[in-house]
């Protein structure tokens, strides 16, 4: 409840100064790192509030360096909502003015550790490094719902005078949450295999939610050899693999050709979308082979 704590801690300062930090239609500024961190907060928070995203359109999380611009957005911000672990977070943190409280949205969640390649790793460098943790909980339910948890203490500490509405909406998310949950759970239920495949290991949250096995087949930020590319496409057929999650942008396109040698069916997800309950329910209906 560390975090808890904090946000308690930095109520009072906020309030005082919130008034500072309006737009020009009087609304209040709140920002996030990632735009299904905004769908969350603007469902909840309703009209009154600007929700701004500091991660821009197609820009890969775990690479990204903010610009002055995007740095300056986050001034005018009463409470930033990061991931809380990203690294581009970190360094935001360390600008980040005393008008804006720093709230990351991780709640309750258990974090994944050690899974998470990033080809800069343990083996390119020849000593151990503490465990990388897996940075992809917004995409499952679980890391959803606990977002939406800590968005909704935040916001009735923050803004008492929405509290009414803003419970009714908290308790609309979370309703519409638990049905396409369960919607999702009958569907993978129907799933004859359980493994399937990705460039990058982003869905792990999602695998350990629903059981499933998450096979990663690719390095981030670089193309693998002809051998390395051949070994990972044995590897794949040795397990019966169907179905390949792409992120456009994000993965590099050997993807493609290792769906190719594969046999699988090359899906394109974008995890980092606005709409992200879609993108959850076409890789559970890809998985089930429903389509
Ligand atoms: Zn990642």
Not at 21 to 32: H, I, M, P, S
Not at 142 to 163: H, V
Not at 190 to 219: D, I, M, N
Request: charged content about 20%; overall charge negative; hydrophobic content about 40%.
């Amino acid at each position: 409840m560390q975090i808890f704590k904090s946000v308690i801690a930095t109520a009072a300062l906020v309030l005082s100064v919130s008034c500072s930090n309006k737009t020009n239609q009087d609304k209040t500024v709140l920002a996030v790192s990632i735009e299904p961190q905004r769908q969350i907060l603007e469902q909840l928070a309703g009209p009154g509030f600007d929700v701004v995203t500091i991660l821009g359109q197609g820009a890969d999380p775990e690479n990204f360096d903010p610009s002055t611009s995007q740095r300056l957005a986050l001034d005018n911000a009463d409470i930033y909502f990061p991931t809380g672990v990203l690294p581009f977070e970190k360094t935001l943190k360390e600008s980040l003015g005393s008008n804006t409280a720093y709230v990351p949205t991780i709640g309750e969640t258990e974090l994944i550790y050690g899974n998470h390649g990033h080809g800069h790793g343990t083996e390119a460098c020849g000593h151990h490094h503490e465990m990388a943790v897996d940075p992809h909980y917004w995409s499952s339910f679980e890391g959803a719902g606990n977002i939406a948890s800590i968005m909704y203490k935040t916001l009735s500490e923050e803004y008492p005078d929405i509290k009414d509405g803003l419970t009714e909406r908290y308790t609309q998310f979370n309703d519409s949450l638990a049905e396409l949950r369960d919607k999702v759970s009958e569907t993978l239920g129907k799933a004859k295999r359980r493994t399937f495949a990705v460039w990058h290991p982003s869905l792990s949250y999602f695998a350990r939610e629903f059981a499933l096995e998450q096979l990663p087949l690719g390095v981030e930020g670089k193309d693998l050899s002809a051998k390395a590319l051949a070994e990972a496409i044995d590897h794949a057929k040795a397990d019966s693999v169907e179905v390949f999650f792409f992120q456009p942008g994000i993965d590099s396109r050997q993807a493609e050709i290792m769906s190719q040698g594969i046999g699988s069916r090359l899906v394109s997800v974008n995890l980092l979308d606005y709409f992200w309950q879609d993108q959850l329910k076409l890789i559970a209906d890809e998985i089930a082979g429903a389509q």
